[in-house]
């Protein structure tokens, strides 16, 4: 029944998206109908906006899932575990930056982190690889750089707010859960657990498989965040959102919760953030960039699955702190 309700929604985003395109190819066909032509232009200006976010990132969606496949594939976790140090201060550093070399976005690093601190990875050092690595890896940068082509210091300012957030987040996790076991035990995770029949031994056909699995599920998050972010711009009253998007203050905190509520996959949130960039202040694009990888509303729901109740809350709490504070202080002395 699981595996029949996913095969389900599979095929429902894509006849979604084939409603968007087929409306977008004959828009003015279809306007030319007596009975479209009490339709308001704003409905169809929702499905150019969609398209155009959709279009843009789906080369850097392709190429993130099958960096993350091919990692699924032929990295194990005990090489992750191998690099870095023993020492608990020193140890955060290298694991904010595996995210460069390991290019996992967030709707796959839940599951990879809980399987590392599993086989004995300190928490905290976990914490941090899970914050870090959706903002750091190649694939994210080379989609920010894109997408924000005439701002390209906000794909390196993205980059260091991220490592730094995550290095403060994951101290602050030291502090307060040193020593203690922030996984569920097996009696309160077993429901949560997805098993994905995958062929072993052949690890091209593994790839394909995984890579087949994760671009459905990061897709259908990318049409949703998409879709709402056109809604958004659509209906909403452009001069309430002038004066909440100009305000220092006030601009990030609302962009961090707009990318709660998007969810969209860190491959592809760089698209839905620029098309804002004439509205919100550059702080506030870069809160949106940084808080929606590291929490959303898919992946707290996937650490509510795997983690202690009171870990996550303390999680869901500090982290959005830490972000709106360094976002504040980066846009006072660099923006």
């Known amino acids: 029944m699981t595996y029949l309700n996913k095969l389900l929604k599979d095929i429902f985003c894509i006849l979604l998206f084939g409603l968007f395109m087929f409306l977008f190819l004959f828009a003015e066909e279809i306007k030319n109908i007596s009975f479209f032509n009490r339709i308001p232009s704003s409905f169809f200006n929702i499905n150019t906006i969609f398209l155009s976010i959709i279009l843009e990132a789906i080369p850097f969606i392709l190429l993130g899932v099958f960096v993350s496949a091919i990692i699924q594939a032929f990295v194990s976790e005990n090489a992750i575990r191998r690099v870095l140090p023993?020492?608990?201060?020193?140890?955060?550093i290298p694991a904010a930056l595996l995210g460069i070399i390991f290019p996992i976005?967030?709707?796959a690093i839940i599951p990879v982190v809980r399987r590392l601190i599993k086989k004995g990875m300190p928490s905290h050092v976990g914490v941090v690889f899970m914050l870090s690595a959706p903002i750091l890896n190649p694939v994210v940068y080379a989609s920010t750089y894109f997408a924000f082509k005439s701002t390209p210091y906000i794909a390196n300012a993205r980059m260091l707010v991220g490592f730094f957030s995550s290095i403060i987040i994951g101290l602050?996790?030291?502090?307060q859960f040193k020593g203690e076991n922030i996984l569920k035990t097996k009696e309160e995770d077993h429901h949560h657990e997805h098993h994905h029949h995958h062929p072993k031994g052949n690890k091209f056909l593994e790839t394909l498989y995984h890579a087949s699995d994760e671009l459905f599920d990061t897709g259908k998050y990318l049409?949703?965040?998409?879709?709402l972010a056109s809604l958004f711009q659509a209906f909403l009253d452009r001069n309430i959102l002038l004066s909440i998007g100009t305000s220092t203050?006030?601009?990030?905190?609302?962009m961090m919760g707009f990318a709660y509520v998007?969810?969209?996959c860190s491959s592809a949130d760089a698209f839905v953030a620029s098309s804002f960039g004439s509205t919100f202040t550059e702080g506030a694009l870069l809160a949106f960039l940084v808080f929606g990888p590291m929490i959303d509303i898919k992946n707290t729901l996937m650490l509510f699955a795997y983690f202690?109740?009171?870990f996550v809350l303390f999680l869901l709490l500090?982290?959005?702190i830490v972000v709106y504070l360094s976002v504040y202080i980066f846009q006072l002395f660099f923006i």
């Open 86 to 92: 023993r020492n608990a201060y020193l140890a955060v």
């Open 105 to 107: 976005c967030e709707c």
């Open 172 to 175: 602050i996790i030291y502090r």
């Open 223 to 227: 049409f949703i965040g998409a879709f």
């Open 249 to 254: 203050s006030l601009a990030p905190g609302v």
């Open 262 to 264: 998007l969810s969209v």
């Open 308 to 310: 202690k109740k009171r």
């Open 318 to 320: 500090v982290t959005p």
